[in-house]
T-cell receptor, first 112, second 109 residues
Framework: NAGVTQTPKFQVLKTGQSMTLQCAQD?????MSWYRQDPGMGLRLIHY???????DQGEVPNGYNVSRSTTEDFPLRLLSAAPSQTSVYFC???????????FGSGTRLTVV | GIQVEQSPPDLILQEGANSTLRCNFS?????LQWFHQNPWGQLINLFY???GTKQNGRLSATTVATERYSLLYISSSQTTDSGVYFC???????????FGTGTRLKVLA
């Protein structure tokens, strides 16, 4: 039982490049979400999903896409990286919206 | 507006001291959770506490939903308690959770 697995742990991108941050959970959780954490700003919700095939926007969705083709996986795509997307990205999952979150270990992304 | 506010923003304690962290949340927020982010950045769920009181070892939490606040108590603090404590709440009628900006705790040996 690995919990929530995020890859990669670190990434450096050039402005304009695209990439996918991977998130996988093996707990059969329905609810998954992506957050970004910037210094002094807590965590802000990017996108979330309440089950396979169902996604919705959070507070800061611009510049990011998600899909949820399986219960286990919830990848986050950066379409055209910008320096403002430099951040630490966390994926979280829970059994439903009424249970506690389990977080992945994060991906530290730098856009130059 | 929709808010989750934490206080104090920073706290320094001597090892062995007790502390209380507070989370105030607006009317449209419920289903409170507390998290600890350790100095290495890992986020650990401490409590899912929409109402009432829960205890886990030296930590306990109380949420009074009718008065829109939650408290996290840390007793006999240890250096390993250092880090940032976040509370988060769910926006009513949605599945969106929003976070407070955290309380940064440093426990001195």
């Amino acid at each position: 039982n690995a919990g929530v697995t995020q890859t990669p742990k670190f990434q450096v991108l050039k402005t304009g490049q695209s990439m996918t941050l991977q998130c996988a959970q093996d707990m059969n959780h329905e609810y998954m979400s992506w957050y970004r954490q910037d210094p002094g700003m807590g965590l802000r919700l990017i996108h979330y999903s309440v089950g396979a095939g169902i996604t919705d926007q959070g507070e800061v969705p611009n510049g990011y896409n998600v899909s949820r083709s399986t219960t286990e996986d919830f990848p986050l795509r950066l379409l055209s990286a910008a320096p403002s997307q430099t951040s630490v990205y966390f994926c979280a999952s829970s059994l439903s919206g009424n249970y506690g979150y389990t977080f992945g270990s994060g991906t530290r992304l730098t856009v130059v | 507006g929709i808010q989750v506010e934490q206080s104090p923003p920073d706290l320094i304690l001597q090892e062995g001291a007790n502390s209380t962290l507070r989370c105030n949340f607006s009317d449209s927020v419920n289903n409170l959770q507390w998290f600890h982010q350790n100095p290495w950045g890992q986020l650990i769920n401490l409590f899912y506490i929409p109402s009432g009181t829960k205890q886990n070892g030296r930590l306990s939490a109380t949420t009074v939903a009718t008065e829109r606040y939650s408290l996290l108590y840390i007793s006999s603090s240890q250096t390993t308690d250092s880090g940032v404590y976040f509370c988060a709440g769910r926006i009513s009628g949605t599945y969106k959770y929003i976070f407070g900006t955290g309380t940064r705790l440093k426990v001195l040996a």
